[in-house]
């Protein structure tokens, strides 16, 4: 709708989902041919989160940190300082420096990993579970999104204070999962064919559940004698080193 207009200019309002503010990267755009790639790591790193997760906990945070500070160092700078038209070597750049900073925070963070990996991890299994709810909900509006996924990754991480052996084999497998479909998405070029976008999501959200279920029963099995009488990252340290005693 037309809203005012003089002899020089004129505003025009518009509403509805497209007009709210999108936070995007348009990988098909600039990195097409390196999508196979990127979903062949994803489909692996997923795998092993999604199994043996629970097993390699320390590594899987340390990786965590890392996609999270990559990801937002990218993605700021994308959406609020590069203009549309940027080239890609430009968004190369702008990549890498991401990924040097993702490293840093990683290696800086594992000092903190023993008091912190489960809730962190279990908060990025809020996350995961964050994009599902928006599919399913159909959010389009981006700030509402986000509100949505800090509040769960909130919740994820005080209850991974309160159940610290089954939180970290669900987040590990809800998270492993939810990367094993995104890593398939990008093998089978779905990013960048969305003719049917609607039958992908509806197969994306119940391929993330039914693998879910799978890692969670798979991981319980491998690791249901750990922990019995005491279920703490110490367990397997000697008690004496461990307490300093003689």
């Known amino acids: 709708a037309v809203s005012g207009e003089t ?25 097409g041919k390196l999508l196979p790639f990127v979903g062949g ?42 203009p549309s038209d940027s080239s890609i070597y430009l968004v ?3 990549a890498v420096v991401a990924a040097a900073l993702g490293v840093a925070a990683a290696m800086f963070s594992y000092k903190f990993s023993k008091q912190w990996a ?24 981006a700030t509402a999104g986000i509100a949505i996924a800090v509040a769960l990754s909130l919740a994820f991480g005080y209850f991974a ?29 779905h990013d960048q064919h969305e003719n049917d976008a609607d039958m992908f999501e509806k197969l994306f959200i119940v391929g993330i559940f039914v ?15 750990e922990g019995k009488d005491d279920d703490d990252f110490m367990a397997t340290e000697d008690e004496g080193r461990t307490c300093g005693c003689f």
């Open 7 to 31: 002899d020089c200019s004129m505003a025009i309002d518009y509403s509805g989902p497209e007009a709210c503010k999108l936070y995007t990267f348009e990988a098909g755009k600039h990195l």
């Open 41 to 82: 790591f994803m489909l692996l790193l997923g795998l092993a989160m999604c199994f043996y997760g629970a097993k390699l906990l320390f590594q899987l945070f340390g990786t965590m940190i890392f996609m999270f500070v990559s990801a937002i160092v990218f993605m700021g700078i994308y959406n609020f300082f590069l």
């Open 92 to 94: 190369i750049f702008v």
């Open 118 to 141: 489960v809730p962190l991890l279990a908060a990025w299994g809020g996350i995961a579970l964050a994009s599902v709810v928006i599919k399913l909900l159909k959010v389009n509006n």
């Open 161 to 189: 204070t309160k159940l610290n052996k089954q939180v970290k084999i669900f987040a590990t497998a809800f998270v492993g999962a939810s990367i094993v479909m995104s890593g398939l998405s990008k093998l089978l070029g």
């Open 211 to 225: 693998v879910t279920i799978m890692g969670s029963i798979a991981q319980f099995i491998f690791f249901r004698d």
